[in-house]
């Protein structure tokens, strides 16, 4: 079992950065070659990836939404990974979560450990 907690989530002004930390308890990322993955849902919209990495960091994966603004790093003996945004705009509002499992998947149905999600809203 790998349990997840996000955190870093909150206002910004358009323009702005957020950074979101995601921490893992529970089974290591590293030990279980864990891929994390970063998925966002806005009010009336499905929930959907916005960034993934692999265990050992050399693969990542970044929607075209926020190829370029967002990057995604992980720091396995600390169990955490992070996302790191700029260029926020208001498109960009969301919940975020961060997911884990043993393989990539582009459909949040594939991933089974989640966090509950931090809200991240960017005003105009």
């Known amino acids: 079992q790998v349990q997840l907690a996000e955190s870093g989530g909150g206002l910004v002004q358009a ?3 957020l950074s ?3 921490a ?3 089974r290591t990322l590293r030990s279980y070659a864990i891929t994390v993955g970063w998925f966002r849902q806005a009010p009336g919209k499905e929930r959907g990836l916005v960034a993934a990495i692999n265990w050992s960091g050399d693969w990542i994966y970044y929607s075209d939404s926020v190829k370029g603004r967002f990057t ?3 720091d396995n003996p600390k169990n ?3 996302l790191q945004m700029s260029s926020l705009q208001p498109e960009d509002t ?3 979560y961060c997911a884990a499992d043993e393989a990539f998947s582009y459909s ?3 991933w089974n450990y989640w966090g509950q999600g931090t809200q991240v809203t960017v005003s105009s």
């Open 15 to 17: 323009g702005g950065s």
């Open 72 to 74: 995604i790093s992980r």
């Open 80 to 82: 955490l990974v992070y």
């Open 94 to 96: 969301a919940v975020y």
């Open 108 to 110: 949040d149905y594939a």
């Open 24 to 26: 893992a308890s529970g």
């Open 20 to 22: 979101l930390a995601c």
